[in-house]
């Protein structure tokens, strides 16, 4: 009996020692083929923006390396099949290319911010149904869901500098930026931010406002 139990337990080992090397493998090689694709396809944007007459900061990484990083994070998914990152553009022209830096991420985060809320917007009309809403609450919702992009902005933390490029335009700087923001961590601060507003700007009972925000 001790046998058999023993010859089972090695078996199982064995299994499970085979998934595991099969998944490691596994991820190594579609880690391989992202980093292929985002090499390929930030050589090809490299090329046409620096015959476009863009260049890099100084001490900056190079402009391949940026963009190779940022086709990463916009190919990576979650466990689920879902972006693992929200990426967002920004451009600005100023007199100097301080001013344009600063001024093009401000653009980039409110259209990260747009991009939060609406996918906050689809989330939420989903779970109306299943908060038992009445039209009143449900109209509420939307509105207040609708006018939280200036909110988030605020609420958003530190983002991931993907890409910093500059253009010479007559008197002044054009900076172009390409930044990042976590998926998980954009959904929480988009709750902080709905939760606070639905309670401050309707009735909706603590029951259905959990129900509502389970996403």
């Known amino acids: 009996m001790k046998t058999i139990i023993a010859v089972k337990f090695i078996t199982l080992l064995m299994l499970v020692c085979s998934i595991s090397a099969f998944s490691q493998t596994d991820y190594k090689k579609l880690s391989r083929k992202l980093n292929s694709r985002a090499v390929k396809s930030a050589r090809k944007e490299a090329k046409q923006l620096k015959k476009g007459g863009y260049y890099i900061a100084p001490g900056a990484l190079p402009l391949e390396k940026q963009l190779e990083k940022a086709w990463v994070k916009s190919m990576q998914e979650d466990e689920s099949g879902y972006p693992r990152y929200i990426v967002a553009t920004g451009n600005a022209i100023a007199e100097t290319q301080t001013a344009a830096k600063l001024q093009a991420n401000e653009v980039a985060k409110f259209e990260l911010a747009g ?60 900076a172009n930026v390409r930044i990042a923001y976590n998926s998980e961590m954009a959904a929480e601060a988009a709750k902080k931010v709905l939760r606070k507003e639905l309670k401050d700007k309707t009735k909706i009972q603590h029951e259905k406002l959990e129900k509502l925000m389970n996403f």
């Open 115 to 174: 991009t939060i809320s609406t996918n906050v917007a689809a989330l939420i009309e989903g779970n109306i149904a299943n908060a038992q809403l009445n039209m009143e609450e449900a109209t509420s919702v939307t509105e207040v869901t609708g006018a939280i992009k200036n909110i988030i902005v605020q609420e958003i933390g530190r983002v991931i500098q993907l890409v910093e490029t500059y253009k010479k335009m007559g008197k002044g700087i054009e």
